[in-house]
């Protein structure tokens, strides 16, 4: 079985939710459950419906990450030999050649991709034509509205 690549912080949060979700969430939607059952007919129970559908999404949930940290490969980047190489989890300052622009990201994994906090997914075209790089090398990468040509300016594992 192949092995994803998440970051230390990344399991952190799955971890977070998948402890949340068994001590707090199911338990709740059970109370929930038995309380709409209380009621009588289940048939036109909206209560016991909504309830039964919030416990099979929460179920669905927990699987879907006990599967994910069972394929991952945790790597600590503050672990790593410190380098000038762009690599899993690095955290790249770029310089966009075009604008002038400054913007700095954090290569990590698909879930814990989000680019309002400049976090991208290694799968993503800017991570894949970063990966491997060094500092002052330019890069090339093809956009919808062409290629975007950068400058790695710093890279740093934190």
């Known amino acids: 079985m192949n092995k994803v690549p998440m970051t230390k912080r990344g399991e952190t949060k799955l971890r977070e939710e998948l402890a949340d979700l068994k001590s707090n969430q199911r338990p709740t939607v059970i109370a929930a459950i038995a309380e709409a059952r209380e009621h009588g007919d289940l048939k036109e129970n909206a209560e016991y419906h909504a309830a039964r559908d919030q416990q099979s999404f929460i179920e669905g949930r927990i699987k ?11 790597i600590d980047v503050t672990t790593l030999p410190k380098s000038d190489k762009v690599v899993f989890g690095a955290t790249v300052k770029l310089m966009d050649l075009d604008s002038d622009e400054e913007i700095t990201y ?5 879930d814990e991709a989000d680019l309002k906090a400049l976090r991208i997914s290694f799968g993503s075209p800017v991570a894949k ?8 090398d330019e890069v090339g990468v093809t956009t919808p509205n062409g290629v975007r040509e950068y400058e790695i300016l710093e890279v740093q594992y934190i």
């Open 129 to 136: 034509a970063l990966i491997g790089k060094l500092v002052g």
């Open 64 to 74: 879907e990450i006990d599967a994910k940290l069972s394929t991952s490969q945790i």
């Open 106 to 110: 954090q290569i990590v994994g698909h």
